[in-house]
């Protein structure tokens, strides 16, 4: 029997279509159907600079904001040979561990919902209202930031901001224990997640998968010790990893890096240096000479925009490590402001390409289970 799951289903995190052949309740195949929410920005970042661009990058993976805006600053800032100055560097870490953590929550809530506990869904909504609380004060916006810019971040930190998230690490910590107790040996739990999707540590790494699939399967491999971007180096703190493989693992590995993440943001909270928030010189060189929008075509669409920056004729890939995985970006630079390739590696998307694989000869009940734990948005998944 030939099944259509999705792309409606309320657990499918996202308009994800799954055509699913059963032989009663055992799954024969499944492919997954994708492209319901393709909006085409590679293709808009070709027609836009970077900083026009800034607003649309939260929309590929709603959940961690920051990551994607941090990806398409440090592509040019790489490709321009920028420095970011040390506060902003600091400011940097912090809300791009924030963001982890929110990520997280976001995950294991419908993940929990969708093997039947409801607590823990309404239990995240405490916590991560308070880390967007935060991101509020900072930045003015909830959840689509617009908050980091080339060579630095948009706006200081202000005042009893450093306070106010010192406070929130201390009771998340608390938070974190609650849901240990609640959720880590609850034996209805145990039975749904153990040994359900695995994948060894060789395998993993030929499928490509990244992020904590990845660490799951017993491989550390963490991009904030491999690549030493920002300015991770500075701060004491371990990967997380498991060496089982399966739905329980990846679960334990997000767990533990939510705690982890705090104790990086305390780090950076009470190690914050002063100085400049922003690389103020970078506004004086690399200037566009003659930029297109100054062309008669384009003299009547509106007012001329702000100087930009020129990308140099190089091409770069530049990644990070975003909750889900590997964030990257393959871009090409045209001594122009526009980039002339824009190629996004969305985490969620090639972490996906192992469900079919992993769902074959389970029952019906496993695949939400597996996909859950897989950790999918569809806005990065089809950009």
């Given amino acids: 029997m030939i099944v259509n799951m999705g792309p409606h289903h309320p657990s499918m995190h996202g308009v994800l279509r799954l055509i699913v052949t059963l032989d009663g309740e ?96 309404f239990y995240i909504f405490r916590e991560r209202e308070l880390v967007y609380d935060l991101f509020e004060a900072a930045t003015g916006m909830r959840m689509m930031h617009n908050y980091f810019r080339i060579g630095g971040v948009a706006a200081d930190l202000p005042y009893g901001w450093i306070d106010k998230c010192l406070d929130f690490c201390d009771y998340f910590l608390t938070g974190i224990v609650e849901y240990q107790k609640l959720i880590t040996r609850n ?59 399966d739905s329980l693992a990846r679960y334990l590995v997000r767990i533990s890096e939510m705690t982890e993440s705090i104790k990086i943001i305390q780090q950076a909270l009470e190690g914050i240096p002063g100085g400049p928030y922003e690389n103020l010189e970078i506004r004086c060189f690399d200037r566009e000479r003659d ?25 770069l890939y530049a990644r990070m490590e975003a909750p889900k995985g590997e964030l990257g970006i393959f871009l090409i630079g045209d001594q122009s402001g526009f980039p002339w390739r824009w190629k996004i ?39």
Wanted: hydrophobic share 40%; glycine share 8%.
């Fill in 26 to 121: 055992d799954v024969v195949n499944c492919e997954p159907i994708l492209g319901y929410l393709h909006r085409g920005m590679e293709k808009i970042a070709e027609n836009r600079t970077i900083i026009q661009y800034l607003p649309y990058v939260t929309r590929w993976d709603y959940l961690a904001t920051m990551f994607t805006e941090a990806i398409t600053v440090n592509g040019p800032e790489q490709l321009g040979n920028i420095q970011v100055p040390q506060r902003a560097s600091y400011i940097r870490v912090i809300m791009l561990e924030l963001s982890r953590i929110a990520s997280h929550l976001l995950w294991l809530g419908p993940f929990m919902a969708d093997i039947g506990a409801q607590t823990p869904f």
């Fill in 291 to 315: 930029p297109e929008w100054n062309d008669f075509e384009y003299r009547f669409i509106s007012k001329k925009p702000s100087p930009t920056f020129e990308l140099p004729r190089q091409e």
């Fill in 345 to 383: 590696r969305p985490p969620g998307f090639i972490n996906l390409q192992i469900l079919p694989q992993l769902v074959k000869r389970m029952k019906l009940a496993d695949i939400m289970t597996i996909l859950g734990s897989i950790d999918i948005i569809m806005g990065e998944v089809d950009r």
């Fill in 187 to 245: 034996p209805i739990f145990l039975e749904r997640v153990e040994g359900i999707g695995v994948i060894g540590g060789e395998e993993a790494i030929n499928w490509g998968l990244s992020g904590p699939m990845l660490r799951a399967s017993g491989i550390k491999w963490d991009l904030r010790k491999v690549d030493h971007y920002e300015c991770y180096d500075e701060f004491d703190w371990e990967i997380q990893w498991q060496k089982e493989g």
